[in-house]
């Protein structure tokens, strides 16, 4: 049998199995509500304005548990026009729950 021991907690197989484990992380800009009759009218390049400004945070989410909140802003030297998440609040998920 292979020796699964360590010498720090939380630090076994299954914690390192679960390190390369991929998350998705949904971050949520606002949301928009249009009538349904206004929504059938929308044409490509059509605009379909939100409830927040574009200054305004940003939301983050693993499923539907808020995470974390952040304001957006463009990468430097990456792609032109790449966007990223500057985070500014984390939400305490463990005395939130």
Do not use: N
């Not at 928009?32 to 929504?39: F, H």
């Not at 909140?69 to 729950?97: F, K, M, P």
């Amino acid at each position: 049998m292979a020796d699964t021991s360590s010498d720090a907690p939380g630090e076994g197989l299954g914690a390192k199995f679960l390190d390369q484990v991929p998350i998705e992380i949904t971050v949520s800009v606002g949301k928009a509500r249009p009538l349904l009759r206004d929504l059938l009218q929308i044409d490509r390049g059509g605009i379909l304005p939100l409830d927040r400004r574009i200054d305004d945070p940003v939301e983050l989410y693993i499923g539907d548990r808020l995470i974390a909140r952040g304001e957006l802003q463009e990468v430097e030297g990456a792609q032109s026009g790449q966007i990223a998440v500057r985070l500014t609040e984390i939400i305490d998920t463990v005395s939130g729950a």
